[in-house]
């Protein structure tokens, strides 16, 4: 293989053959050394001669036509004057064994420093220099301009290149706009989002390009669709950036301004997704009604985020009428723990498990000693394993990745809400009176912003060099999530979500007797309460003492367990007219409680008539003990007894049977003055009358009757 001869693959290029390149020859021990041409920024690649000798044999990469270069004649002035600069000293190298030299990494870093020390320019200046001579073969010519790229005698011109400011290097973003085509457009875009609300350049851009930069087409299904454009027919950060600059209406130094220095990075030392999440709290600033009365308003929404802060990734949480507490962020780390698509149904979404796929239990938690130091915390550390981290009161820069979600989150779309608004002061608007989205508007609000956040670029400074490596092009924060959980180990891990609710909910203390299980007057039952035995041993031994955690949110079932190592067992509530009620747990405690301050209220109330009646209860007696006057005779047999025992019954008969023809009499006599009431009064006394003997005569006929059975 001679020197200088272009190499190219065929069909797909092998993975350490670094594309189109130049065969400059073997370097002191014997190995190719190759010069890519395609990538003006990469330098020589030194490949084994024998893997290049059984590539080119087996036809995996052959001999290609190099470029035509430019003549010295064909030179501007500019570019003479710029080749006359360097042709001295790039020449000495040459002449005084510089291609062997070039070949070698020592050597040629010495060259390049010699060089740009002589030149005064930079060392990068110099590298591209010398690089262009070795792409050249080692020849003169690399200092000519590139003919194939730059244009010439009948060469078209590059598309983009017209573009005014500096070019984008290969594999960067080209756009085929050039500024003053769309200046009127990215002016008004800098006055709207940069000038007015505030907003960053990358931000502004999203904006800009979301407004004006879209197409819109018909769906199947006839709905009307935003579509994106390709990359070249998009306005750039820079830009934008430079008619914020110009622009008179931003202030120079707000953009030139240079960020205080940071004593370290909250993604230090942190080895990849999963390994560290950022939990709290914070005002949504949002007025919500009740589901059941829209316009009776319930207070202010609060939300609970929790952050993966590798990647800065929302990875679950909760919006609701709440205070800051474990209680609120049990429910935020529920969401967190488990499936996004499942949560997402609970809302009426659809979404897709490669979306969101954040269902992973952390190793390491960070937060606010409002939800890490408590009895109720201690199980994300005893039975799932967490290492809980609590913040310094008063230092939100220690979770300085939530807060910064924070702030985006209530200075984006969330302003664009009704009912969005601060405590109105004197004179200003009650955000309550426009209040017209409930509890489960604000979460499905809560889902779509943490989304949306998820699928914005990923940090610059959170990309790792091994993704640019493999080809990603476009990545977002789940995208780097996604990759961080497949090509890296931090320790998180996936529960069952069972494990995962009963282990976050709140530990007490219960009692079992002979009846059930008791939880502060509430009464649960289980089959394994009577199957395992732990009723007769309560009925036997007395209360047996036992652990419980329970929801605050749904307390018709409750987990207990008889010793630490055992598995949590469900019991549900023994009253069945209660378990019709779908309350809370407190609401069960309060119900019990007003049943027993009512139960005590009565009997105090009836104090007073309880003895009244046993005082006449004793007089009754004490009156037949007066009415008797002797008395009971012993000598009277059994006879007198039976005897006296059948006119008792009869006369008991009797008093029973007139009561019942009374009541019957009575209700004919109704009948019939009703009767008497619906027509004319003439005759009224003299029916009356007659009336009163008829029924005389038909109560004397049943009575008869009546006793002659």
Known sequence: MLDNTILQAVGKSPEWFPGRSRFLGL????????????????????????????????????????????????????ARKDYDSWRPHVEEILLD???????????????????????????????????????AGCHLRGLYPDFHKRGGPGQPQKKGTKRRGRKALPGGIRSELALPEIRGVLEQGVADHIVKNKESVPRALREIIAESFTDRKVAENGAIVDVERDES?????????????????????????????RPGKAKDNIPGPGYLYEIDATGGRLELVSDFDLQQPIGTANAYGVLDVWSTACVGGVMGVFNAGYVAAQRALFNTFTSKR?????????????????????????????EMAGDAADALASELGVILLTAAAYRPQMKGTIERWFHDLKSGDLRKLVGFGRRPERGELDPKLGAAMTRYDAMRVFLMLA???????????????????????????????????????????????????????KKCDATIREDGLYVQRVR??????????????????????????????????IWYRASPDSAWLPASLADERLAVYDATFQEYVDYYRKRANV?????????????????????????????????????KGKGNVRSARSVNAEAERREHGQAVLDSYMHDKVSSGQAKVEKTAAVDGAEETGSRQADTTHQRQLALNSFLSF
């Open 27 to 78: 370097d002191s021990v014997g190995r190719a050394v190759l010069m890519p041409l395609d990538n003006e920024q990469r330098g020589p690649k030194v490949v084994s001669i024998e893997v290049l000798r059984r590539a080119s044999a087996e036809g995996e990469i052959c001999e290609a036509g190099s470029e035509p270069f430019r003549l010295l004649s064909d030179l501007s002035e500019a």
């Open 97 to 135: 064994g510089g291609h062997e030299k070039l070949l070698e990494p020592c050597e040629r870093a010495r060259i390049i420093k010699r060089l740009a020390r002589v030149m005064g320019c930079h060392e990068n200046t110099a590298r591209r220099a010398i690089y262009g001579v070795m792409r």
């Open 233 to 261: 027919r998009l306005p750039t950060k820079s830009q934008v950036r430079y008619v914020a600059k110009h622009h008179s209406g931003r202030r120079k130094q707000q953009l030139n301004s240079a960020p205080a220095p």
């Open 342 to 370: 499942a949560l997402f149904a609970r809302y009426d979404y659809d979404l897709a498990d490669d979306i969101w796929p954040c269902h992973h239990v952390c190793r390491k938690l960070a937060g606010d000693r409002g």
């Open 451 to 505: 989304l949306k956040y998820n699928l914005m670029p990923a940090p610059v400074e959170a990309i790792p060099p091994e993704m640019i490596a493999m080809g990603y092009e476009k990545i977002s924060r789940i995208v780097l999530w996604q990759w961080g959980m497949r090509n890296l180990i931090s320790g998180a891990r996936c529960e069952d979500p069972g494990l995962i609710y009963t282990s976050l909910l």
């Open 524 to 557: 649960y039952m289980s089959p394994g309460l009577r199957s395992s035995g732990l009723l007769q041993r309560a009925a036997a031994s007395g209360p047996i003492p036992v652990q419980a955690t329970l929801d605050d949110y749904a307390g018709r079932t």
């Open 599 to 635: 139960h005590e209220r009565t009997a105090i109330n009836s104090a007073v008539v309880d003895s009244s009646l046993g005082k006449a209860v004793v007089a009754v007696s004490d009156g037949a003990v007066a009415r008797q006057g002797a008395p009971v005779s012993r000598g």
